[in-house]
């Protein structure tokens, strides 16, 4: 099995890999993340079935990271790991999830490996369990700016059709043409409101409103159509379970 770690400080991030090295030599580390926007990349580059999450991180939360998990079409398996005893730990008990509590120690983390290896699948009570921890959205997000010489233009959110990344730049196309952020793809991310802007590609942010349809190509291709526009944007292995009919 692989695994991710993401904790925003080093030693205890150190820690649990150490930790992990006693209790499961099989299993693969493929990235000890910093932060929570780089534990999101890491795992789309990855795609590990484990994830071992700070709750508090920079960027992106831990929670907010397995809630965009939990989107995916093949989830992995989340700890959470916490320094703080508070009341939502309680609820981490329940489903297929876990938490380990800061300093780590041989016999829990030990209990929760487990109860890991028990359980192939996914945890089928994530979605239900973040809306209960986590806000539905983000606030309310500020205008886009771009800078084009001189000059800044602002992009209201909701006349943005959809950002992809272009080099060191991200472009934004919106209703009045395009533009280019220096913001990377990955830290615009944190920035969005999640049920308005959807990731559907690695190099791709959406927004719903504007999408027509999802067509799919074959058993493991799918694109998206928009509203008035003629681009078909590519849907991840990944993201295609975004889109599932009624």
């Known amino acids: 099995m692989n695994a991710l770690i993401a904790d925003d400080e080093e030693a205890p991030r150190e820690q649990l890999r150490a930790a992990l090295a006693r209790l499961w030599p099989e299993l693969n580390i493929v990235a000890a993340s910093a932060n929570g926007v780089d534990a999101w990349d890491d795992f789309l580059s990855h795609e590990p079935e484990l994830c071992f999450l700070d709750i508090r991180m920079p960027g992106l939360s831990g929670l907010e990271v397995a809630r965009r998990l939990a989107a995916l079409a093949r ?6 790991v916490t320094a703080y005893g508070d009341h939502a730990l309680s609820a981490f008990e329940a489903g297929a999830l876990d938490y380990v509590l800061k300093p780590v120690e041989d016999a829990r983390l030990a209990q929760t490996l487990r ?4 359980r192939a699948a996914a945890a ?3 979605q239900k369990l973040l809306g209960r921890l986590l806000p539905p ?7 886009i700016q771009a800078s084009l010489g001189r000059e800044i233009t602002l992009i209201a ?4 059709v959809y950002f992809e990344s272009d080099n060191r730049y991200t472009r934004v196309i919106h209703v009045g043409g395009e533009a280019l952020i220096r913001t990377p793809l990955k830290e615009l991310l944190a920035q969005l409101d999640a049920e308005l802007f959807w990731q559907v590609h690695r190099s791709v942010i959406v927004n719903s409103r504007r999408i027509a349809s999802a ?11 928009l509203r008035g526009r003629d681009e078909r944007l590519p849907v991840s292995r990944q993201f295609q ?6």
């Open 241 to 246: 379970g975004l889109f599932k009919g009624q």
């Open 75 to 80: 989830p992995p398996q989340v700890v959470f």
């Open 124 to 126: 089928p009570d994530l």
């Open 137 to 143: 959205t983000r606030p309310v997000m500020r205008p």
């Open 215 to 225: 067509i799919r190509i074959d058993e493991n291709s799918m694109v998206v159509t």
């Open 157 to 160: 959110p909701e006349d943005v």
């Open 115 to 118: 109860r890991i290896r028990e």
